[in-house]
């Protein structure tokens, strides 16, 4: 078993039962004793757990719903470290731009203890974030889309356009040679808002996504100024991002 997939079988042994002990993660994982105190130290040093005596268990800003109404998402152990260097990014006073999504949802968790005023267009992430931490939260107006968890105004006005932000987070379908896609009309119409009123706009994509192709174009890579994705991100796609105008940032 890669790294990767020890470090996914931890998250998911920790978020079932917070605390886990170091047995019982070597039987789940099928690490050696020595190969799992490594991981756990990895882990701990990302944020991700607390290491303690006999195992280890979740830590406190990361101790809400991983998944969500997301199912069983894939790849949650990327997404979470996605999602903590999304959240490490941000200053406490900041007004930011949080979009529905999978990985956008576990900024949740690392947002706890924060001082902000975060706009989102996605229920979950709202009631997360008004349920488990002193955020100011503003929800944008319209109608919830069930399947996308996620609030769209059918008549198409720009809320965001009333305030000031300093960063938005957007969760995407796909990023090609070309830039960012997706393949839902609501969708891209709300992350064109929201691109908008950023002043500094970041993609958070796992690795899975790069040369995954909606049939819509949201954006090229010159309307971005960072993305954040995992260590899966292959060379050939390392280099084509490096000729861009952007920052990317792997963890």
């Given at each position: 078993?890669?790294?990767?997939?020890?470090?996914?079988?931890?998250?998911?042994?920790?978020?079932?039962?917070?605390?886990?002990?170091?047995?019982?993660?070597?039987?789940?994982?099928?690490?050696?004793?020595?190969?799992?105190?490594?991981?756990?130290?990895?882990?701990?040093?990302?944020?991700?757990?607390?290491?303690?005596?006999?195992?280890?268990e979740?830590?406190?800003?990361?101790?809400?719903?991983?998944?969500?109404?997301?199912?069983?998402?894939?790849?949650?152990?990327?997404?979470?470290?996605?999602?903590?260097?999304?959240?490490?990014?941000i200053?406490?006073?900041?007004?930011?731009?949080?979009?529905s999504?999978s990985?956008?949802?576990?900024?949740?968790?690392?947002?706890?203890?924060?001082?902000?005023?975060?706009l989102?267009?996605?229920?979950?992430?709202?009631?997360?974030?008004?349920?488990?931490?002193?955020?100011?939260?503003?929800?944008s107006?319209?109608?919830?889309?069930?399947?996308?968890?996620?609030?769209?105004?059918?008549?198409?006005?720009?809320?965001?356009?009333?305030?000031?932000?300093?960063?938005?987070?957007?969760?995407?379908?796909?990023?090609?040679?070309?830039?960012?896609?997706?393949?839902?009309?609501?969708?891209?119409?709300?992350?064109?808002?929201?691109?908008?009123?950023?002043?500094?706009?970041?993609?958070?994509?796992d690795?899975s996504?790069?040369?995954?192709?909606?049939?819509?174009?949201?954006?090229?890579?010159?309307d971005?100024?960072?993305?954040?994705?995992?260590?899966?991100?292959?060379?050939?796609?390392?280099?084509?991002?490096?000729?861009r105008?952007?920052?990317?940032?792997?963890?």
């Open positions: 078993m890669i790294e990767r997939e020890r470090h996914q079988q931890i998250i998911d042994q920790l978020h079932q039962r917070r605390f886990a002990s170091t047995i019982e993660l070597c039987q789940a994982t099928g690490a050696s004793e020595a190969t799992l105190r490594r991981d756990l130290a990895k882990l701990d040093k990302q944020g991700l757990i607390q290491r303690v005596h006999g195992g280890a979740l830590i406190a800003s990361a101790d809400l719903p991983s998944v969500g109404p997301y199912g069983e998402a894939d790849q949650l152990d990327a997404k979470m470290r996605i999602a903590k260097a999304a959240a490490d990014m200053e406490d006073g900041e007004t930011i731009i949080i979009d999504g990985t956008t949802f576990q900024m949740c968790g690392f947002l706890k203890q924060r001082q902000l005023t975060i989102t267009n996605s229920f979950p992430i709202a009631e997360q974030l008004y349920h488990h931490s002193d955020n100011t939260v503003v929800l107006p319209g109608e919830i889309a069930r399947h996308h968890h996620a609030i769209f105004n059918p008549f198409g006005e720009d809320y965001f356009a009333h305030y000031s932000c300093s960063k938005v987070f957007l969760g995407v379908q796909g990023l090609d040679e070309v830039g960012v896609t997706n393949v839902d009309t609501q969708v891209i119409q709300a992350e064109q808002q929201m691109l908008r009123h950023g002043k500094q706009r970041i993609i958070l994509a690795s996504k790069f040369g995954r192709e909606g049939n819509l174009r949201l954006c090229s890579y010159e971005i100024d960072c993305i954040i994705t995992d260590s899966g991100i292959d060379e050939q796609t390392k280099m084509m991002l490096a000729k105008a952007l920052k990317l940032i792997i963890v």
